[in-house]
């Protein structure tokens, strides 16, 4: 979607550790960027959490995290530079840039360690983690990309950056793509539109298994389709969360006088994080549709 976008410039991409290794998302990310017909440069990251092994969802999104449909070795080669140092560089370079996150944070949890000023050089972090008060869909509190690294998360929550937390919960019910809206992808009758798809095919199945939906529910494009345009979101409030389980404190305690000495180190910081609630579905679909075009 941001390659497609007309309106902006991807500067880098870079991957993580998250659905599948470190090594298959670059791979992953790079055929995606050759079938958009982008020169972006593609950077390897971090190939575990800061504190714990890999746990991967490849039964959630096949081995290869694009279904296991054989698709054909990228042409283009990996950057040599570590992604780690390609963030820093990058938005110490382009100052005012919009930071948008589609798995675990380590890679942007490094960055932050080596170079906390950075945190002030970015005008929007659009982040796809987290169940804010809601179910999770790796253990009944957790959203993955917040389960798998939570010390990142929590680095990266704290650190300064505008957060904009984006859960797993804007990607469910109406937000999926039923069948009407699968039917419609297909007949762009374009390559993208037949990879969006067919991409996501053991994703679907894994959907329903997990949850009883039908449908293909996209987490990272309700994302990304905030960050090319904020108006998507219809509801968000500017709260303090704790990720790991990312509970939202949506009551505000923390700033009631008798909780005081519990949040004070967070409140000294005076970090918040835009959580987003709700987002118009019908909007954030065309969007999808119209970058598949």
Known sequence: MALRSPKVRVLAITTVAGNVGVQQAARNALYTAELCGSEVPVFVGAEKPLQREHQS????????????????????????????????????????????????????????????????????????????????????????????????????I????????????LCRGDAALNLNDIERVLSLDTPLARFAIECN??????????????????????????????SVVTSQTEKRADPGMTVVDRLNVAAN?????????????????????????????QALFDALR
């Open 201 to 230: 095919s053991r994703a679907q199945e894994a959907y329903f298994e997990q949850t009883g939906e039908h449908g293909i529910s996209l987490p990272d494009p309700v994302a990304m389709s905030i960050a090319l345009d904020p």
């Open 158 to 169: 704290r650190s300064g950056l505008p957060v904009e937390l984006v859960g797993w919960h």
């Open 57 to 156: 969802a490849d039964w959630f999104h096949g081995r290869d995290g694009l279904g296991d449909h054989g698709y054909p070795a990228p042409r283009r080669a990996l950057e040599k530079k570590h992604a780690v140092d390609a963030i820093v560089e990058t938005i110490e370079a382009n100052p005012g840039l919009v930071l948008v996150t589609l798995g675990p944070l380590t890679n942007i949890a490094l960055a932050l360690q080596r170079k906390p000023e950075i945190a002030k050089s970015v005008s929007r972090c659009v982040i796809m983690g987290g169940a804010p008060c809601c179910e999770g869909n790796v253990t009944p509190a957790a959203e993955y990309n917040i389960w798998c690294d939570p010390e990142a998360a929590r680095i990266v």
């Open 257 to 285: 006088d008798r909780n005081k000495a519990v949040w004070a180190p967070v409140l000294s910081k005076g970090v918040k994080t835009k959580v987003v609630w709700t987002i118009d579905n019908a909007r954030w679909k």
